[in-house]
């Protein structure tokens, strides 16, 4: 009795520990990400011109012919048959919560991807104008002279008028020595 209770217990310990892996034959989550995240972007470009006109349409057999080209280039890149691949997609479709994890880590390449871009595009907006990215961008100056936002005071119909208070500095009161 003891045997049949310490051989079950030995097998439930050792199904437990596996439940997240994929077999040896079957590419690992960060390999599968790569590829599918690569078809995805191969799947966007086959529908682009050469000249890059947004209103043209590509046909559909010209698209099924580009992502052809595409994918095995793309399996080539990563060092893999179709049959490895195919395998692959196949075992991770028919278990569904490995096969979601693939994709949130798509998501979130993605979505790391695109922030990267968007700071980097922030950071050269803001090296050709600084005060484009202040929330009052337009309705303050920034002075040479103060480290400070001053508010506008006055606007015209030819431009702004910038009305900076005089220079006031209370230390030079108390610098200067009394006669």
Same mark, same amino acid.
């Given at each position: 009795?003891?045997?049949?209770?310490?051989?079950?217990?030995?097998?439930?310990?050792?199904?437990?520990?596996?439940?997240?892996?994929?077999?040896?034959?079957?590419?690992?989550?960060?390999?599968?990400?790569?590829?599918?995240?690569?078809?995805?972007?191969?799947?966007?470009?086959?529908?682009?011109?050469? /000249?890059?006109?947004?209103?043209?349409?590509?046909? /559909?057999?010209?698209?099924?012919?580009?992502?052809?080209?595409?994918?095995?280039?793309?399996?080539?890149?990563?060092?893999?048959?179709?049959?490895?691949?195919?395998?692959?997609?196949?075992?991770?479709?028919?278990?569904?919560?490995?096969?979601?994890?693939?994709?949130?880590?798509?998501?979130?390449?993605?979505?790391?991807?695109?922030?990267?871009?968007?700071?980097?595009?922030?950071?050269?907006?803001?090296?050709?104008?600084?005060?484009?990215?202040?929330?009052?961008?337009?309705?303050?100056?920034?002075?040479?002279?103060? /480290?400070?936002?001053?508010?506008?005071?006055?606007?015209?119909?030819?431009?702004?008028?910038?009305?900076?208070?005089?220079?006031?500095?209370?230390?030079?009161?108390?610098?200067?020595?009394?006669?």
């Amino acid at each position: 009795m003891y045997r049949i209770i310490a051989v079950c217990l030995v097998l439930l310990i050792t199904a437990c520990g596996e439940a997240d892996k994929v077999p040896k034959d079957v590419l690992s989550k960060e390999k599968m990400r790569d590829v599918l995240l690569d078809m995805n972007i191969a799947d966007s470009y086959s529908t682009m011109t050469d /000249d890059d006109q947004s209103n043209v349409i590509v046909s /559909d057999s010209v698209r099924k012919e580009r992502v052809k080209v595409y994918y095995r280039q793309i399996l080539d890149l990563h060092k893999l048959t179709p049959k490895e691949f195919n395998h692959s997609y196949a075992y991770y479709e028919s278990h569904p919560n490995k096969f979601k994890e693939v994709y949130d880590m798509m998501f979130a390449a993605v979505s790391n991807d695109k922030n990267m871009l968007d700071l980097n595009l922030k950071r050269q907006e803001y090296v050709k104008t600084p005060r484009s990215l202040l929330p009052v961008n337009n309705n303050s100056l920034i002075s040479g002279e103060q /480290d400070t936002l001053i508010p506008f005071v006055k606007k015209i119909k030819r431009g702004i008028i910038d009305q900076l208070p005089p220079k006031h500095d209370p230390m030079l009161k108390l610098a200067k020595p009394r006669s």
